[in-house]
Structures are given as C-alpha cells and as structure tokens.
C-alpha cells in the first residue's frame, strides 16, 4: 500500500516494490548515480526514521533521544558540515538545549566570540575602513529566560555538541548513507538506503525529513511549496589562512568588503585561522558555480583579505541560495517535514535553523505520546497546524528586514518589523491540542514580557528555589504533561492522581515568588503545561475540567 497520493519511489532499474513482485508507477528516483545495485542485505526497524544529518536533523535525534524514544538519522555525507552556516542562536533555542543538557557546553563553546561586536564595511580586512561600528550587547533576557542573551558560534561547532549528546542518549546516528526510495507497507515507511556497496531496507512508524532545501524527500512526497523564491545565488568559501595580522585588535561580527575585485561578507573565527567568504554569483549573466575554480576562490579571499601573497588553504566550497520558501504541508501521511524541507527562511534575522529546531522540538514529545499509547494519533495532526503559521510568520518578518536592509521597505513595512525576541518567543499555537479561552484573540506575536500564561503560549519563565538549589520553572517540563498549582492544591493534586501527569505544588514543592500572577490564575488556580513547555489549560478560564483538558491536550477527545 502506498502513502495516499503517493507514487512509490523506485529503487532499482525494475521499479519493483519490495515484497509485491509487481511494477509500481513511476515516480521520483531519490537514488544518486554513485549507489549502483548492490544487493539487499538486511531490513531493520526503528520507531522513527530521520533523514537529514544537519542542525535539525541532530536535534529531532537529540529531543527523541531525551524523551526515551529510540531513531535512527540517516545523512548521505560523511560527516557534518564544515561550513559555520548559522552564527547567532537565540535564547529559545538554547532553552531546548536546556531541556536536552546541552546548553551548558554550547555557552561554554561561545566563550570566544563574545568579544566579536564590530558592524563594518571595508574595501578590505587589512585596508580602508569604510564605515565600522559596535554593535551594542545584545538585551539581557535574564527576566524573560534561563538564558541570558543571544550567542554567537558557528553552526560547525554547534553540531557536533547535539550529536555527541544524541549518541549518548541512544541515538543510533549513520552518516555516509542514502535513501535512495520511500514506500508504505502494512502501515509503515520502508526506507532503502545505501551505505557504500550495502544495500539495506529500515521500516520505520514514522519519518522525520530534515533533508534540507535541496533534499528529495518533500517532492518525492509530492508535496508542493510557495513562496518568493530564489533571492540570490550564492557562494561560501571556507579557507585557513592568518587573520590576525590584517585584524589586528577588532573582532568583527559582520564584515562587508567591496572592492573592484570582490564584493561579500568576510567571517572569522575566534582562533582567527579560519575564514569564510560570502559572495553572489549571477546565472542570468552567465556566471556558473564551477567558474569558481581553485585558484579563483584563492584570488577572491586574497582580495577580501587585503593581502595579496596571503597564504590560504581552501576547506570547501558551496553554492547556497538565498530563497524563501514554505511547503503547502508539513505532513503526508507518516512523514513529517522539519526545517528547511519544510520552510527556507531568508538569513536577515538569523531565524532559520532555530525554526526549524523548534519544529523537531515540537514534535519529539508528540511523537512519544502516540508511540506510548497516551495520545490519539490525531495528536500528530497538530504538527502541521502549529508549526506551519508559526513558520509562515516567521518567513514574513525575515523577508521585511531583508526589504528595510535594502532601503526598499514602506515606511509602513518597516513598522511591522518585529524585535528579535518577540519573532522567536512571543509566537502562540491553535491547534486541537490547546483548550482555548473566551476572546482569544492573540496577535501574531507578543514581546516575551507580556507572556502571561494563556493557552497556545510559551510557560512564563521564573526562577524558583528547589531543594536547596536554582532553577528556572521551565526545568520542569520535558516529558510529561506538568500540573502547576497552589501550596494548597491538594484538591488538584487528588484530581491529577491517576492521570498521566506530574503535579508541582508552588510554595511546598518548590518556592517561585509571583507564580500565579504570572501565569494569569488566582492563588488556588492551576495550570496544565505540555511537555515542551507550552501552555494548554488554566483553570477558571475554561469550561473543561482537568481530565477533559488532559484529554485534548492528547487528542483523545
């Protein structure tokens, strides 16, 4: 049986689907030339299957990991990018890295960036300075968020903390293999992938594809996507070379250089060995990626540097494209579409890979609640219907930065460009999952002071006192529903006694000064939080009562 509406992908040149000895229809060939026909060895099972070894892949890995949920995450390359890609993680992001033990080393890891604060424009490192200046300290959130601040560390660094921590939790991680085809049979994905001259199958309950923007699984699935589309075609050149004569005491966060030879954006590290240089390169005038030969790409950061006998090692080179994009649909049957298979965000704002972590963030917990038999899969449903206007939004807010950096924005336009911590805190779901309340009318976005408890949003942040020690009350949630109630909350605490909760009584449990102001209820009220820390019920404010509410969160009603 295949996925509804979906041609079964072929894996071999008979196009016959595994196990029916009959011809299925033609359909999209995932498989590249390098796989051959090497013979099927062997056919495993997973409960989840991720196909995407990037920055969100690891996460899906990482979040199904922690929740006790066993996966296999298969990446046709060999190991993790090089390329240092996304720069700047925001404070929700890390908040999930929290809630899997990770955010701890990736602070520590971005100890040496901190002092990289110089906004510039240079005709190149070593030259003129065109226009150079600091960019203030970024907000301190301390009052909003466990973490502090944005940081910033290239994603090259980033993911091998999330892998490290995957494979320690459980994950069964395999780079350098391919799916090279995709098909249901008795109500599971079978997936056959390529490792090198082995050809096996992995039938999995269900399928994460964090395969990218240029990954094959979303058009395989025939799943379309809209959107402006490609911006600009870029090119990153990754090279080793010594900065530190030509940067002397600045560190720069963003460095433009325009010059006769050259016009891109200039990275470096914090050990100032390494480099990346970002350029556009035109199709329509003719101009190829392969015209970027060698000693092409050697010329160019030559130029960028300012220094013309530059000694340079070149890493890698690859071609991207500044797009914006989002599916019609993030799901197909029991395949999901997490990150850029899912929504291409425009890079003005930094918004992208935290997307799409929040994406696989979102459904881990999910995906273990109908794996354990606690939620309907209808459950699985809410994927798409919460992270996909979430995405949208998202994709908007980086396309109008993107048209003020340009000076092409309204002055309409530019005030509807939201701050940063608004866009990647204050967004909210509606969903099956989420008992609403009367007037529910939230905008779009809230700034995260103005979070107050109310159903579809983030848990308001507090520092509270347990055991001697400090937390933030977000250490609570992860994988359980959490039922936040009063000292007093023994009526709550009979209430919530067989269902599949965990209740924390504030003021006997733990201590968190100003809890039920600022969840919104009165001082013997109570809150229901789903595992990744959103909000789904309150009491007083709704006409269900808790086992009703706990019911909806999951879908069961």
């Given at each position: 049986?295949?996925?509804?509406?979906?041609?079964?992908?072929?894996?071999?040149?008979l196009?016959?689907s595994?196990?029916?000895?009959?011809?299925?229809?033609?359909?999209?060939?995932i498989?590249?030339?390098?796989?051959?026909?090497?013979?099927?060895?062997?056919?495993?099972?997973?409960?989840?299957?991720?196909?995407?070894?990037?920055?969100?892949?690891?996460?899906?890995?990482?979040?199904?990991?922690?929740?006790?949920v066993?996966?296999?995450?298969?990446?046709?390359?060999?190991?993790?990018?090089v390329?240092?890609?996304?720069?700047?993680?925001?404070?929700?992001?890390?908040e999930?890295?929290?809630?899997?033990?990770?955010a701890?080393?990736?602070?520590?890891a971005?100890?040496?960036?901190?002092?990289h604060n110089?906004?510039?424009?240079?005709?190149?490192?070593?030259?003129?300075e065109?226009v150079?200046?600091v960019?203030?300290?970024?907000?301190?959130?301390?009052?909003?968020?466990?973490?502090?601040?944005?940081?910033?560390?290239?994603?090259?660094?980033?993911?091998?903390?999330?892998?490290?921590?995957a494979?320690?939790?459980?994950a069964?991680?395999?780079?350098?293999?391919e799916?090279?085809g995709?098909?249901?049979?008795?109500?599971?994905?079978?997936?056959?992938?390529?490792?090198?001259?082995?050809?096996?199958?992995?039938?999995?309950?269900?399928?994460?594809?964090?395969?990218?923007?240029?990954?094959?699984?979303?058009?395989?699935l025939?799943?379309e996507?809209?959107?402006?589309g490609?911006?600009?075609?870029?090119?990153?050149?990754?090279?080793?070379?010594?900065?530190?004569?030509?940067l002397?005491?600045?560190?720069?966060?963003?460095?433009?250089?325009?010059?006769?030879?050259?016009?891109?954006?200039?990275g470096?590290?914090?050990?100032?060995?390494?480099?990346?240089?970002?350029?556009?390169?035109?199709?329509?005038?003719?101009?190829r990626?392969?015209?970027?030969?060698?000693?092409?790409?050697?010329?160019?950061?030559?130029?960028?540097?300012?220094?013309?006998?530059?000694?340079?090692?070149?890493?890698?080179?690859?071609?991207?494209?500044?797009?914006?994009?989002?599916?019609?649909t993030?799901?197909?049957?029991?395949?999901?579409?997490?990150?850029?298979?899912?929504?291409?965000?425009?890079?003005?704002?930094?918004?992208?890979?935290?997307?799409?972590?929040?994406d696989?963030?979102?459904?881990a917990?999910?995906?273990?609640?109908?794996?354990?038999?606690?939620?309907?899969?209808?459950?699985?449903?809410?994927?798409?219907a919460?992270?996909?206007p979430?995405a949208?939004?998202?994709?908007?807010?980086?396309?109008?930065?993107?048209?003020?950096?340009?000076?092409?924005?309204?002055?309409?336009?530019?005030?509807?460009?939201?701050?940063?911590?608004?866009?990647?805190?204050?967004?909210?779901?509606?969903?099956?999952?989420?008992?609403?309340e009367?007037?529910?009318?939230?905008?779009?976005?809230?700034?995260?002071?103005?979070?107050?408890?109310?159903?579809?949003?983030?848990?308001p942040?507090?520092?509270?006192?347990?055991?001697?020690?400090?937390?933030?009350?977000?250490?609570?949630?992860?994988?359980?529903?959490?039922?936040?109630?009063?000292?007093?909350g023994?009526?709550?605490?009979?209430?919530?006694?067989?269902l599949?909760l965990?209740v924390?009584?504030?003021?006997?449990d733990?201590?968190?000064d100003?809890?039920?102001?600022?969840?919104?209820?009165?001082?013997d009220?109570?809150?229901?939080?789903?595992?990744?820390?959103f909000?789904?019920w309150?009491?007083?404010?709704?006409e269900l009562?808790?086992?009703?509410?706990?019911?909806?969160?999951?879908?069961?009603?």
């Amino acid at each position: 049986m295949l996925l509804p509406g979906v041609p079964s992908l072929y894996v071999d040149s008979l196009r016959l689907s595994k196990g029916s000895g009959q011809p299925v229809p033609a359909g999209v060939d995932i498989r590249s030339s390098a796989c051959g026909h090497a013979a099927l060895v062997r056919d495993e099972y997973t409960p989840v299957l991720i196909i995407g070894g990037g920055s969100v892949g690891l996460s899906a890995a990482l979040f199904l990991s922690s929740q006790g949920v066993p996966s296999v995450l298969v990446e046709r390359h060999d190991t993790i990018s090089v390329h240092p890609r996304a720069w700047g993680w925001y404070p929700r992001t890390l908040e999930l890295f929290r809630q899997a033990g990770i955010a701890d080393a990736v602070l520590a890891a971005s100890e040496g960036f901190a002092g990289h604060n110089l906004n510039g424009k240079v005709e190149s490192l070593a030259g003129k300075e065109i226009v150079v200046s600091v960019i203030p300290e970024p907000d301190e959130v301390g009052g909003v968020s466990p973490i502090p601040r944005i940081i910033s560390l290239p994603q090259d660094r980033v993911e091998p903390i999330i892998r490290d921590r995957a494979v320690e939790l459980g994950a069964d991680l395999r780079f350098g293999t391919e799916v090279t085809g995709l098909e249901t049979q008795d109500g599971r994905t079978v997936a056959t992938v390529v490792n090198g001259g082995e050809k096996y199958t992995i039938s999995a309950k269900y399928v994460i594809a964090a395969d990218g923007t240029r990954g094959r699984i979303r058009e395989s699935l025939g799943i379309e996507r809209g959107g402006r589309g490609v911006m600009r075609h870029q090119i990153s050149i990754l090279f080793h070379a010594d900065l530190a004569p030509a940067l002397g005491e600045r560190r720069f966060a963003v460095c433009q250089v325009e010059n006769p030879e050259v016009s891109g954006v200039l990275g470096h590290d914090d050990t100032l060995l390494q480099g990346t240089l970002i350029s556009t390169f035109h199709p329509e005038r003719g101009e190829r990626p392969e015209d970027f030969t060698p000693e092409r790409c050697v010329h160019l950061v030559r130029a960028a540097v300012g220094v013309p006998d530059l000694a340079v090692e070149l890493r890698d080179v690859l071609t991207w494209e500044m797009a914006s994009f989002g599916a019609e649909t993030y799901a197909r049957g029991n395949v999901f579409l997490a990150g850029d298979a899912a929504h291409v965000i425009p890079p003005v704002g930094g918004y992208g890979a935290g997307t799409g972590i929040q994406d696989v963030h979102n459904l881990a917990w999910k995906l273990r609640a109908v794996l354990a038999g606690h939620a309907s899969e209808r459950l699985l449903e809410t994927y798409d219907a919460e992270r996909r206007p979430v995405a949208a939004a998202t994709i908007q807010q980086a396309e109008l930065r993107l048209a003020a950096r340009a000076g092409f924005a309204t002055p309409e336009q530019q005030a509807m460009v939201l701050d940063t911590m608004s866009v990647t805190f204050g967004y909210h779901y509606s969903s099956a999952s989420i008992c609403p309340e009367k007037a529910d009318d939230l905008p779009t976005f809230v700034h995260p002071t103005e979070l107050t408890g109310r159903p579809g949003t983030r848990a308001p942040h507090l520092w509270a006192r347990r055991d001697g020690a400090t937390i933030s009350i977000l250490d609570l949630f992860g994988t359980e529903a959490v039922l936040l109630c009063g000292p007093d909350g023994e009526d709550w605490r009979g209430a919530a006694e067989d269902l599949p909760l965990r209740v924390h009584r504030i003021g006997r449990d733990l201590e968190a000064d100003g809890w039920p102001e600022a969840y919104g209820v009165p001082y013997d009220g109570a809150v229901l939080v789903r595992p990744d820390g959103f909000v789904c019920w309150r009491s007083g404010s709704s006409e269900l009562g808790l086992a009703e509410a706990l019911d909806r969160m999951m879908c069961r009603s």
